[in-house]
């Protein structure tokens, strides 16, 4: 699959953000969808992680309660709503599809979206 994030932008700390990953391709619903993320100086991270279904979400706990990652196969479309962000959210956001088991590790995904940067002001 093809992948193309979108949705960053400025915010201030507290505020919410959705951001979108459309996806092409007959296959999504077969693929588990993960957000990574980068922050400046440092390695990409897992955010977090969705089964082909939607009925499974699994989070960094870095992220847990305050961002939701969900999925429209319909659409070819997966989501990360984001809540309650701080400043140690600031990154690059990519959307990977996996075809095997999700996983924490970024070679654990073959396809990788561009990024959409998130910046949050304290």
């Known amino acids: 699959v093809q992948l193309q994030a979108s949705g960053g932008g400025l915010v201030q700390a507290g505020d919410s953000l959705r951001l979108t990953c459309a996806a092409s391709?007959?296959?999504?619903?077969?693929?588990?969808m993960a957000w990574f993320r980068r922050a400046p100086g440092k390695e990409r991270e897992f955010v977090a992680a969705i089964t082909g279904s939607g009925g499974s979400a699994y989070y960094a706990d870095s992220v847990k309660a305050r961002f939701i990652i969900s999925r429209d196969n319909a659409n070819n479309t997966v989501y990360l709503q984001m809540n309650s962000l701080n400043a140690e959210d600031t990154a690059v956001y990519y959307c990977a599809a996996a075809t095997k088991a999700w996983g924490t590790f970024a070679h654990d995904y073959a396809s990788w979206g561009q990024g959409t940067l998130v910046t949050v002001s304290s």
């Open positions: 391709g007959r296959t999504f619903s077969s693929h588990v």
